[in-house]
């Protein structure tokens, strides 16, 4: 398809991918970044010798009679618990180690510290990609751009599998620095910053011709749902007459504030959101609440647009809420959630698949839009489009002014 050929670089994204991973936050978008829930403590009883039990224990036989450097049995034991993880092939199942656990837990409630980055994997150049930065932070105040390629931090050079560890490089305390080595086209450029804390899904909007809204916003954290209802309000008084909301590149994050936010807009009562586990199980999300948001409203989704964004855009498509504009969105249409081990270590796995109102399903399918539109050839990146080149934005526009 040509979508995927001119945005193959960007396939990639969280973990999310999309896998969304913001340096000091989401080594989940993260990008997380993800559909969070509450974590859970577990432990196993299970006790039977297994295949795998008696397949390890001869390696470590081996291992413990030929290899000639160190062993260090906790690596190994971690090691080999990722690599069963990872067998599962599930891209957005994944071990936390004890160390790990605290700031894994932390990056979903939206405030870092850190210079303020959310990254992606190049898969093109098998290197970690800026996907955009924060307003307000380090690095969008040093003038880092979306689309530039991590080279190295602090002199440490990583690969694109390496993100989690490149996150935490770049992490650390308030008002320590850390040197950044970047490629900008053929140019190599360096920057030193000094970490701070940053909000990181701040929720934008604007009011455009026409008495129209806008609100943007590029993840779902603790406070969003929060976030875009004091926005929408700002931009009430201002005498709105219609709403775009913008998830472009929005990779996702927390269900619950996707739920609300679709609250504002849903009728008491109506369906958000089918969730379905390995049993068939169904819990049925709904509406709780009459809405406060009644007004003509456009969403606009493109190939970035992931989780929770797909949860909200579905949900308010489906009850005849909103038109969706643009490109047809990622398509992970499934939920995580963190379990908690006694060893303090996690498990983030996946436990259900969603449904929209209408009972379609979006895993790797994605949500078409009710009009498709492109960006022009001219955009070199669907990261940072100017606004006069921002079809999707103009036809938004266009639809919201008849």
Known sequence: MEKSKRFKIYKMIMIIALTIFITFMITSISLYTYFVKNP?????SNTETT??????????EIIDKYYLGEIDEEKLEEGAIKGYIEGLGDPYTEYISKEDMESYLDDTMGNFVG???????????????????????????AGIQAGDIILNVDGVEYKADDMTAASNNIKG???????????????????????????VNQVEGKVL?????????????????????????????????????????????????????????????????????????????KAKTDPIINMPIIILTN??????????AGALKDLGKAKTVGTTTYGKGVIQQILKLS??????????????????KIHEVGIKPDEE??????????????????TQLQKAIEMLKQ
């Open 40 to 44: 859970s403590s577990i432990s196993s």
């Open 51 to 60: 295949n795998i039990d008696s397949t390890l224990k001869k390696y470590k």
């Open 115 to 141: 210079i303020g980055i959310y990254m992606i994997k190049n898969t093109q150049y098998d290197k970690i990609q800026v996907l955009s930065t924060i307003k307000g932070s380090p690095a969008e105040k």
């Open 173 to 199: 305390e308030e008002g320590t620095k850390v040197s950044i080595e970047l490629l900008r086209g053929s140019e190599t450029v360096k920057y030193e910053l000094t970490r701070e804390k940053v909000k």
């Open 209 to 285: 011709e026409n008495n129209i809204g806008y609100i943007e916003f590029t993840s779902f954290d603790e406070t969003t749902a929060e976030d875009f209802k004091n926005k929408f309000e700002e931009l009430n008084q201002k005498g709105i007459k219609s709403l775009i909301i913008d998830l472009r590149n929005n990779g996702g994050g927390i269900v619950d504030q996707a739920l609300e936010i679709a609250d504002y807009i849903a009728d008491k009562d109506s369906v958000l959101l089918y969730e379905v586990d390995k049993n068939n199980k169904e819990t049925v999300k």
């Open 303 to 312: 190939e970035n647009t992931a989780s929770a964004s797909e949860i909200l």
């Open 343 to 360: 060893d303090g270590s996690g498990l983030k796995i996946t436990i259900e698949e969603y449904q929209t109102p209408n009972r379609n």
């Open 373 to 390: 539109v492109k960006l022009p050839d001219s955009v070199t990146s669907i990261l940072n489009v100017e606004e006069s080149q921002d």
